[in-house]
């Protein structure tokens, strides 16, 4: 019995070992495969939080392995984060809306009359993220700002595709606007908005809500870092930040393919642009055209791509790129004029970042008031990162407080 039991503790310290191995590969596989420019804030932090979303997708695929729990399902679980307790300022309450899980956070202090409510999607790539992963940025939120906050759980990718995701937030934002009332707020003053995933997301229902009639208007939307086309991935930013974390240009083109249907075979031609007709990327190169972007943000390097014939057959399987639902940046101009007065967040080290630039001039090309803010030392997902203890970034705390700003200008 000894003996065997000496063996199973052998075996579990090989595999255990092994298991290391593997993750400190990995690990320094990808850290040397990432690119951290000069100028990205507190850059030794940043490769620290690389290497542990690294180290965590790895551990995730060992368990996977062993039959334990999907790579997804523990990578959820990780950065969904330490649960939060209750807080002396804000009543906190789960509910839904409708079919949809949401939190609300409302300010315990009188108000005069009706608050602010801000209908907010969080990001994650239409992958990962929750209600809990965002419940601080949204305690925070709603204590500064003084207003109602209602973040969507939505249903995420791949078990559930597009347009699941989009008629979630759909539903949570009518019924919001539509019972506003009920939580003390001004319907004239919702808000809708996002990050990353979340603000494509945000994008589109206030496209949506534009054609909406007996609903009351958006007052305003916010989005941050959002990506708003799957059209162009060798945009400058594209270029400039391909390796740069959180995000890399590849992983980004992953995540719309698993929003879009689940299946990243065809990444490459994505990658390349072969899922686009030649005809739709004229009718759009207006809006999408890197000519559009201002020059000092080519300073770091822009090779304009070589034009790529389209496969039918992909574009058959991707076809939805070419709607406004998943790619906002390419709605019709009599939509855009009526969209609300926007606050826009871009980060200089971000592969999104163009896209927050190119629908900035789209908005005030029709007369949309845009609040700008760029974080000039930011990188994807900086905001999250805003109280994060020892990986706390200061610019992302600068970033959300001016967004709070915006938010008390209204």
């Not at 060992?62 to 804000?90: M, P, T, Y």
């Not at 929750?130 to 207003?147: F, G, L, N, Q």
């Not at 606050?343 to 008031?369: A, F, M, Q, S, W």
């Amino acid at each position: 019995m000894g003996f065997l039991y000496a063996l199973l503790l052998l075996v579990l310290a090989a595999f255990l070992g092994a298991a290391i191995l593997v993750v400190v590969g990995s690990i320094h596989f990808d850290a040397t495969n990432s690119e951290i420019p000069p100028g990205v804030e507190q850059a030794a932090k940043l490769r620290v939080l690389h290497a542990l979303l690294i180290g965590t997708a790895v551990v995730g695929k060992i368990l996977e392995n062993l039959h334990i729990c999907s790579q997804i399902q523990f990578v959820r679980f990780w950065r969904n984060g330490r649960k939060q307790g209750k807080d002396a300022q804000l009543f906190i309450k789960d509910t839904k809306f409708k079919h949809v899980p949401v939190r609300i956070y409302q300010p315990k202090a009188p108000s005069a009359g009706g608050r602010k409510g801000i209908i907010f999607f969080h990001g994650g790539g239409w992958m990962f993220g929750s209600i809990r992963a965002y419940d601080k940025m949204c305690r925070y939120v709603a204590k500064e700002s003084e207003s109602v906050v209602v973040s969507v759980e939505y249903r995420l990718a791949p078990e559930h595709k597009y347009p699941s995701q989009l008629n979630d937030c759909l539903a949570a934002a009518t019924h919001f606007l539509q019972t506003a009332d009920d939580f003390g707020v001004d319907s004239s003053r919702v808000i809708v908005a996002g990050d990353s995933a979340g603000g494509s997301l945000a994008a589109a229902v206030c496209q949506t809500l534009v054609g909406r009639h007996g609903i009351t208007k958006v007052c305003a939307q916010i989005l941050i870092y959002p990506g708003l086309q799957a059209f162009d991935f060798n945009l400058p930013s594209y270029q400039q930040n391909r390796a740069v974390p959180i995000l890399y240009r590849e992983k980004a083109a992953f995540y719309f393919l698993q929003y879009l249907n689940g299946d990243a075979s065809l990444l490459e031609e994505v990658l390349q642009g072969s899922h686009v007709p030649v005809d739709q990327k004229l009718r759009y190169r207006k809006w999408l055209s890197a000519d559009n972007i201002p020059k000092e943000f080519k300073v770091r390097g822009y090779k304009p791509p070589v034009p790529m014939s389209c496969d039918e057959e992909v574009y058959e399987e991707l076809k939805n790129v070419c709607t406004p639902e998943i790619s906002p940046l390419i709605a019709e101009d009599a939509v855009v004029r009526h969209l609300p007065r926007t606050c826009i967040v871009t980060c200089e080290y971000d592969v999104l970042r163009d896209d927050g630039l190119l629908y900035k001039k789209r908005l005030e090309d029709n007369g949309v008031p845009v609040t700008w803010y760029h974080v000039i030392n930011g990188f994807h997902g900086i905001i999250s990162f805003f109280d994060n203890g020892w990986l706390t970034f200061p610019s992302g705390k600068q970033g959300l407080d001016n967004i709070v700003r915006f938010i008390q200008s209204l």
